[in-house]
């Protein structure tokens, strides 16, 4: 049975007279991907600080791993794992120092150290670069050496702030597939992204944080089912053929331009196949058809009002 690794009941933070957190509950089972999306400003951060135990709540409850934050600080430090938004690599020394670093810094790890580094080195495919100083590594190896130092106290709880910001599409994709590991081997991710793609490719379960209040949790596709604008896109060769077509379907948006009909529709079977039954009723055929839903960025909008761009980190 699937537990919970994450739990906060009515978690509020204020400082003086700006209230920061206004009653945030939410849960992480144990063994997926939480993604916290937000504009900058909106609390995601000051959550993360509260669940790590950097900073106290002014009121609520929080229980990482099965402890309480507040009075269990340190046996949820020994349980989780932290990676900023920027590598925290020291960049004079080389990657394998870094690691060894940690380890020494690490009184949980005992005499496994040489083994726990060199596994970490392979796992990360840092080998071969391992005996050269930090500040030689692109950005996609500096981010690998940082998770990879995070993961020297073999953490049940990673949080990741922004972990791909700055890297090139390869780089943000090699991440991905790390992250992906590491759940697959039970590990429990909180990511913090203002990429809308990265949540959707790697979240069991988001939830949408707008000025200190959560807006919206589910999954990816709970959340685009919320938004509407799911349609059927019907496309046709000839004007003639989209003249008929508008007119049996008489609720469908034209483009003529592109000869085609947005259908609206809830992406369901259902749907599809009235909108296919219809077509053959009137004899005709769409040279295309395809489903189209909104994404993370139509229910980001909806939900704040404004894109991902605006108060970017």
């Given at each position: 049975?699937?537990?919970?690794?994450?739990?906060?009941?009515?978690?509020?933070?204020?400082?003086?007279?700006?209230?920061?957190?206004?009653?945030?509950?939410?849960?992480?089972r144990a063994g997926t991907v939480f993604s916290l999306l937000g504009p900058n400003g909106a609390?995601?951060?000051?959550?993360?600080?509260v669940l790590t135990t950097l900073i106290g709540a002014d009121s609520g409850t929080v229980r990482v791993a099965g402890h309480d934050v507040a009075t269990e600080a340190k046996a949820v430090r020994?349980?989780?794992?932290?990676?900023?938004?920027?590598?925290?690599?020291?960049?004079?020394?080389?990657?394998?120092?870094?690691?060894?670093?940690?380890?020494?810094?690490?009184?949980?790890?005992?005499?496994?150290?040489?083994?726990?580094?060199?596994?970490?080195?392979?796992?990360?495919?840092?080998?071969?670069?391992?005996?050269?100083?930090?500040?030689?590594?692109?950005?996609?190896?500096?981010?690998?050496?940082?998770?990879?130092?995070?993961?020297?106290?073999?953490?049940?709880?990673?949080?990741?702030?922004?972990?791909?910001?700055?890297?090139?599409?390869?780089?943000?994709?090699?991440?991905?597939?790390?992250?992906?590991?590491?759940?697959?081997?039970?590990?429990?991710?909180?990511?913090?992204?203002?990429?809308?793609?990265?949540?959707?490719?790697?979240?069991?379960?988001?939830?949408?944080?707008?000025?200190?209040?959560?807006?919206?949790?589910?999954?990816?596709?709970?959340?685009?089912?919320?938004?509407?604008?799911?349609?059927?896109?019907?496309?046709?060769?000839?004007?003639?053929?989209?003249?008929?077509?508008?007119?049996?379907?008489?609720?469908?948006?034209?483009?003529?331009?592109?000869?085609?009909?947005?259908?609206?529709?809830?992406?369901?079977?259902?749907?599809?196949?009235?909108?296919?039954?219809?077509?053959?009723?009137?004899?005709?055929?769409?040279?295309?058809?395809?489903?189209?839903?909104?994404?993370?960025?139509?229910?980001?909008?909806?939900?704040?009002?404004?894109?991902?761009?605006?108060?970017?980190?």
């Amino acid at each position: 049975m699937t537990t919970s690794a994450i739990e906060a009941s009515g978690l509020r933070k204020a400082y003086k007279d700006k209230v920061v957190l206004d009653g945030i509950d939410l849960e992480v089972r144990a063994g997926t991907v939480f993604s916290l999306l937000g504009p900058n400003g909106a609390g995601k951060t000051t959550t993360v600080n509260v669940l790590t135990t950097l900073i106290g709540a002014d009121s609520g409850t929080v229980r990482v791993a099965g402890h309480d934050v507040a009075t269990e600080a340190k046996a949820v430090r020994a349980a989780i794992g932290v990676t900023g938004q920027f590598a925290a690599v020291d960049e004079l020394l080389t990657g394998q120092e870094n690691l060894q670093l940690m380890v020494d810094l690490n009184r949980a790890v005992g005499g496994d150290g040489k083994r726990i580094v060199t596994g970490l080195l392979e796992r990360f495919d840092l080998m071969e670069a391992a005996g050269k100083p930090a500040s030689t590594y692109s950005g996609g190896m500096r981010r690998k050496l940082d998770l990879a130092m995070t993961l020297v106290g073999n953490p049940q709880i990673i949080f990741l702030d922004e972990p791909t910001t700055g890297l090139d599409p390869r780089s943000r994709r090699m991440l991905w597939s790390i992250i992906r590991d590491l759940v697959a081997d039970g590990v429990t991710i909180f990511l913090t992204t203002q990429y809308l793609e990265e949540a959707d490719q790697l979240a069991d379960r988001i939830a949408v944080l707008d000025q200190g209040r959560l807006v919206a949790q589910g999954t990816p596709d709970e959340l685009k089912r919320q938004i509407p604008g799911t349609h059927i896109r019907l496309r046709f060769t000839t004007p003639a053929e989209l003249d008929a077509a508008a007119g049996a379907f008489p609720d469908a948006a034209r483009d003529d331009e592109a000869l085609a009909l947005r259908v609206p529709g809830d992406g369901g079977t259902k749907s599809l196949r009235e909108v296919l039954d219809r077509l053959d009723e009137h004899s005709l055929n769409a040279e295309e058809c395809s489903v189209h839903t909104p994404d993370l960025d139509d229910v980001f909008l909806a939900l704040t009002g404004h894109t991902t761009e605006v108060d970017a980190k």
